[in-house]
């Protein structure tokens, strides 16, 4: 089931060294890119077990906006059949503007070699209905052109809707 996260922007400060970022951003400009593939609970539980979640992540990007450094999102890696819905891309784009990121970059995963072993073993284990698929579509290091196209349209598609 998609459950998207919640975004909270009050509270206290979460980014550590924020004054370092501002003195980098005076001194010689300073530009943060933060990742946050999907605001999808689920998937960010099985896709990123331990690492801050997505609503930490929007937190942090607000805070440092609103400290004056240019700090925008990462919507990778969008991962087929886990992160590439519409909805799911419509809820992760509509949460990064609400965050106020100031840029944002999407992109499908690629699977270099040593990589794309330990990702089938993943998919194997948490989503089996999608292996056959993707061992089709990433019969290379990258999903085809025309599924690539597909979802930057979808991209484009939802950040024209949702301003």
């Known amino acids: 089931a998609h459950t998207p996260v919640s975004i909270v922007t009050k509270g206290p400060m979460i980014v550590r060294d924020a ?3 501002v ?17 999808d609970a689920d998937a960010w539980q099985k896709l990123e077990p331990g690492t801050a979640s997505p609503a930490q992540r929007l937190r942090a990007v607000r805070q440092l906006g609103d400290a004056g450094i240019d700090a925008g999102v990462l919507m ?32 499908v995963a ?11 073993a993943f998919i194997q284990r948490e989503y089996p ?7 089709r579509l990433y019969a290379k290091t990258t999903a085809p052109k025309r599924y690539l196209g597909a979802v930057k349209d979808a991209v484009r598609d939802a950040r024209a809707s949702i301003g």
């Open 76 to 107: 990778m890696p969008l991962l087929p059949g886990i992160t590439t819905s519409r909805r799911a891309i419509t809820d992760t784009l509509t949460a990064i503007r609400d965050a106020g990121a100031r840029f944002i970059g999407a992109n």
């Open 129 to 135: 209905h999608l292996l056959d698929g993707y061992l």
């Open 19 to 21: 004054d370092v970022l």
């Open 23 to 39: 003195t980098a951003r005076d001194a010689a400009g300073c530009t943060v890119h933060m990742s946050v593939p999907s605001v």
């Open 110 to 120: 690629r699977l270099d070699d040593g990589v794309r072993e330990h990702f089938f």
